[in-house]
């Protein structure tokens, strides 16, 4: 299972942006599908998680701004970025769990992130 990130820019302070992920490989089902974000010298926060049936979770830092949605027939997972202030600048990483098929056609758990991309807001 891969996870490919993208979207990510240079916006100045007020901006937007539209972060996408698209996750491809055997699945058979998708659960939670989650932004992650790390800016420098700090630890990896969770950003924002939307489920399989569409409910969304949000870190108060990012609330009314940030809005994630997904297309569960793409596999594809978005996340839209208003009002970005520089404090959103870091590496954002998508990640998600569910089941893939293996070779032998069995439903095997999975957990996987994508590479990252990189969000800077400038004042």
């Known amino acids: 299972v891969q996870l490919q990130a993208s979207g990510g820019g240079l916006v100045q302070l007020g901006g937007s942006l539209r972060l996408s992920c698209a996750v491809s490989?055997?699945?058979?089902?998708?659960?939670?599908i989650e932004w992650h974000r790390q800016a420098p010298g700090k630890e990896r926060e969770l950003v924002a998680t939307i489920t399989n049936g569409g409910s969304t979770n949000y870190a108060d830092s990012v609330k009314g701004r940030f809005s994630i949605s997904r297309d569960n027939a793409k596999n594809t997972v978005w996340l839209q970025m208003n009002s970005l202030k520089p404090t959103d600048t870091a590496v954002y990483y998508c990640a998600a769990d569910g089941l893939y098929y293996t070779e032998d056609e069995v439903p095997v758990a999975f957990r996987s992130w994508g590479q990252g991309t990189l969000v800077t807001v400038s004042s």
């Open positions: 490989g055997n699945i058979v089902s998708i659960n939670a």
